[in-house]
């Protein structure tokens, strides 16, 4: 399971509007003073958009919330995202290739792909499973944590 904790900003009908409160992933190893990739993490730590989730429970504004997500359906929902598009900049330039049409043409081709992609993912639709919770308050009112 993939998880993470978000903090509701907006609720209404069924959907919460939240966003990130943990930290990335990375930062937390002891390699990550020299490692690229915490770096990178860092510097789009700051760009958190927050996301609509479905979400059952009655949450408020400022309440936290445990969010968790079958690893099957990240990786469906990567693939989706990532390699459906990537597939079809191969093909649409693989095409206007093959039809003689040169380099432009073959960076036309990849362009139309891309979108042509990216247009079947959205027909597509799918969204990944996720199980949405309200966190319980560990501290009473007027304790300080």
Same mark, same amino acid.
């Given at each position: 399971m993939i998880? @993470?904790?978000?903090?509701?900003?907006?609720?209404?009908?069924? @959907?919460?509007l939240v966003e990130p409160t943990m930290e $990335?992933?990375?930062?937390?190893?002891?390699?990550s003073? $020299?490692?690229?990739? $915490?770096?990178l993490g860092k510097y789009f730590s700051n760009n958190r958009q927050a996301i609509a989730v479905r979400c059952d429970a009655s949450v408020h504004a400022g309440d936290q919330l445990h969010m968790t997500m079958n690893e099957g359906d990240f990786i469906k929902a990567g693939m989706l995202v990532y390699l459906l598009p990537s597939v079809f900049i191969i093909i649409g330039a693989g095409c206007?290739?093959?039809?003689?049409f040169g380099d432009a043409g073959a960076l036309a081709g990849?362009?139309?792909?891309?979108?042509g992609g990216l247009l079947i993912v959205r027909l597509i639709g799918w969204?990944?499973?996720? @199980?949405?919770?309200?966190q319980k308050n560990l501290f009473n009112e007027g304790d300080t944590p």
């Open positions: 998880a @993470t904790t978000a903090r509701v900003i907006s609720a209404d009908n069924g @959907t919460a $990335s992933g990375c930062g937390g190893c002891k390699a003073s $020299s490692c690229a990739v $915490s770096g206007a290739a093959s039809l003689d990849a362009v139309l792909g891309f979108v969204t990944p499973n996720m @199980t949405v919770r309200k």
